[in-house]
């Protein structure tokens, strides 16, 4: 199967300031989701962007498919951005999927 | 309210007994996914399932098992062959191929 590694595995922010996640996949995936894990352990939806770029408020996001990664911006951070971001890609006709090992996020007051 | 469900949220089974882990979802989804997280790290595949009457093992199936035969339920037996079943246990639903996956809120299971 496809291997994900997400980078960097923790990152400690300031209150205010931006970041970069980076999820890199080891094999070409149909679709793609990135997804927050708050502390009580929901996960929450925040992308689903296979390929192109999104916005929401303040997270944005960026697929480029033909080179297998992603990425992820969280601007002006909030400490209610704290948790895990995971990225996950679906392979396969039967859209098997894998989660990469996550990006722990903490922002400061 | 239209969502997935689990339960119960905390589990706790003595070391040899098979249990079993609900999840209900009234969202219409067709495919249903069932994952372990262990603490501090990310989630990985135990099962999933398409359609109804249909399931695939995931990285780890092994000690576990599924069935499909419902649309709207997915249970996940963990069973006394899971040497190390103490884990927290997330299902997860989808429309179809191009869509958002959607997960329950998780058990915890401890085993004594």
């Known amino acids: 199967g496809i291997q994900v590694e997400q980078s960097p595995p923790d990152l400690i922010l300031q209150e205010g300031a931006n970041s970069t996640l980076r999820c890199n996949f080891s094999?070409?995936?149909?679709?793609l989701q990135w997804f927050h894990q708050n502390p009580w352990g929901q996960l929450i939806n925040l992308f689903y962007?296979?390929?192109g770029t999104k916005q929401n408020g303040r997270l944005s996001a960026t697929t480029v498919a033909t080179e297998r990664y992603s990425l992820l911006y969280i601007s002006s951070s909030q400490t209610t951005d704290s948790g895990v971001y995971f990225c996950?890609?679906?392979?396969?006709?039967?859209?098997?999927?894998?989660f990469g090992t996550g990006t722990k996020l903490q922002v400061i007051p | 309210d239209g969502g997935i469900t689990q339960s119960p949220k905390y589990l706790f089974r003595k070391e040899g007994q098979n249990v079993t882990l609900s999840c209900e979802q009234n969202l219409n989804h067709d495919a249903m996914y069932w994952y372990r997280q262990d603490p501090g790290q990310g989630l990985r595949l135990i099962y999933y399932?398409?359609?109804?009457?249909?399931?695939q093992k995931g990285d780890i199936a092994e000690g576990y098992s599924v069935s499909r035969e419902k649309k709207e339920s997915f249970p996940l037996t963990v069973t006394s062959a899971q040497k190390n079943p103490t884990a927290f246990y997330l299902c997860?639903?989808?429309?179809?191929?191009?869509?958002?996956?959607?997960f329950g809120p998780g058990t915890r299971l401890t085993v004594l």
């Open positions: 399932s398409q359609i109804v009457n249909d399931f």
């Open positions: 997860a639903s989808k429309t179809g191929f191009l869509d958002t996956q959607y």
């Open positions: 996950a890609g679906y392979s396969g006709g039967y859209q098997k999927v894998t």
């Open positions: 962007i296979p390929s």
């Open positions: 094999d070409s995936v149909n679709n």
